[in-house]
C-alpha cells in the first residue's frame, strides 16, 4: 500500500489534488470540491492536534468497535460524515487547495508529524493506523472528484 510518509506517494496525492478545477464535479455524495477540500483538510489536522473534535461516550466505543474493519477495507461511498467534517457553505478554491496540499505534505516529513495518538472516536492510533486513515480517506474523496 502506498504511504503518506513516503515522499513520492505523497507527492502522488498532491498531483491528484492539483487536478481539481474549481469546476470539478462529484462522481458521487453531495460535497462541492470546495467543500470537500476543506472537508479533507479538517480530517488531516487532526493528525497533528491542530483540530479538537468532541465525541460522546457511545461514538467513542462504536468508533473502537469498528475501526480494524474500516482501516482495513476501501472506504464505501456515501458513509456517513461526523458532524464536524461536514461544511456547507462556500470556499475560496484556491486556499482551500493550498491548505490541503500544505498539510498532506507534512505528513512526508515522517511519522514524527504525528502528534495525536489517540483519535476522539478511532480510539488509540499508530503511525501505521494514521497513514491507513489519511491515505484512504483522501484517496476515497479524489476518486469521488474523478482524479
Known sequence: MSSIYNKTDNDAIISRINKLTFESKAVWGKMTVDQMLKH???AVIVAFGENEIKVN???KFLGKMIKNKIFNSEFKKNS????EFIFTD???FESSRNELIKN???FAEGENSIKLTNHPFW???SSEDWDKLMWKHVDHHLRQFDV
Open 40 to 42: 479533507t483538510n479538517e
Open 123 to 125: 480510539g488509540k492510533m
Open 80 to 83: 456517513p460524515t461526523a458532524k
Open 57 to 59: 461516550f457511545l461514538m
Open 104 to 106: 498532506f505534505s507534512r
Open 90 to 92: 462556500k470556499y475560496d
